[in-house]
């Protein structure tokens, strides 16, 4: 399934402190050196359309189609930018999102399906967003819901190391995304 990885940008969408070197997202661009991670100007105070704009500008530099892989606050990030033009985006993979209702971003937020495949990666321990309120955005959001049990917030502290199951995960968003655009194309 790794071949269809060419086919896509995969941008990396770091929350806040912006994942550090133990965090899985950072595993998988030692291991895959081609993703691309979004570099934000502060990752100590989350802004919502500052982060989204720089996500925006990445995204615009490959003409491939993009896979997010988004954590915490990026999967906010994620999908304001997705909300704001879905255009070169194949899917997202949404892991552990932050509760926009603690950021005060709720409202700002798609409250429809995103116009790609999702998946949303849940915890039942997630101090950042609890697993009912995770299912309710996977649900508004039109996302496949994964719960991963009791994995606290699916970071480094977690202890996943590499993350074999999340990279499972990715792979498959990249056969519904590239499934979903050969249905697509003329």
Same mark, same amino acid.
């Given at each position: 399934?790794?071949?269809?990885?060419?086919?896509?940008?995969?941008?990396?969408?770091?929350?806040?402190?912006?994942?550090?070197?133990?965090?899985?997202?950072?595993?998988?661009?030692?291991?895959?050196?081609?993703?691309?991670?979004?570099?934000?100007?502060?990752?100590?105070?989350?802004?919502?359309?500052?982060?989204?704009?720089?996500?925006?500008?990445?995204?615009?530099?490959?003409?491939?189609?993009?896979? @997010?892989? /988004?954590? !915490?606050?990026? %999967?906010?990030?994620? =999908?304001? *930018?997705? #909300?704001?033009?879905?255009?070169?985006? $194949?899917?997202?993979?949404?892991?552990?999102?932050?509760?926009?209702?603690?950021?005060?971003?709720?409202?700002? @937020?798609? /409250?429809? !399906?995103?116009? %790609?495949?999702?998946? =949303?990666? *849940?915890? #039942?321990?997630?101090?950042?967003?609890? $697993?009912?309120?995770?299912?309710?955005?996977?649900?508004?959001?039109?996302?496949?819901?994964?719960?991963?049990?009791r994995v606290g917030h699916i970071n480094a502290e977690s202890g996943l190391?590499?993350?074999? #199951?999340?990279?499972?995960?990715?792979?498959?968003?990249?056969?519904?995304?590239?499934?979903?655009?050969?249905?697509?194309?003329?």
């Amino acid at each position: 399934m790794t071949e269809l990885f060419p086919h896509f940008q995969v941008i990396v969408v770091s929350g806040l402190q912006d994942s550090g070197p133990d965090h899985w997202q950072s595993r998988w661009q030692r291991l895959h050196p081609e993703f691309v991670r979004v570099r934000q100007d502060d990752f100590d105070n989350p802004d919502l359309a500052a982060w989204a704009a720089r996500l925006d500008r990445l995204r615009r530099a490959d003409p491939r189609p993009a896979l @997010l892989v /988004a954590h !915490s606050f990026g %999967c906010l990030t994620a =999908v304001h *930018s997705i #909300a704001r033009s879905s255009e070169g985006v $194949a899917g997202a993979l949404l892991v552990a999102p932050a509760d926009p209702d603690k950021f005060g971003v709720a409202d700002r @937020l798609p /409250a429809l !399906s995103l116009d %790609c495949p999702s998946i =949303v990666v *849940s915890s #039942a321990n997630d101090p950042w967003m609890s $697993a009912a309120h995770a299912a309710l955005w996977a649900r508004r959001w039109g996302s496949e819901l994964i719960e991963e049990g009791r994995v606290g917030h699916i970071n480094a502290e977690s202890g996943l190391g590499d993350w074999s #199951a999340g990279y499972k995960y990715l792979q498959r968003l990249a056969e519904l995304a590239h499934n979903r655009m050969l249905a697509f194309s003329p």
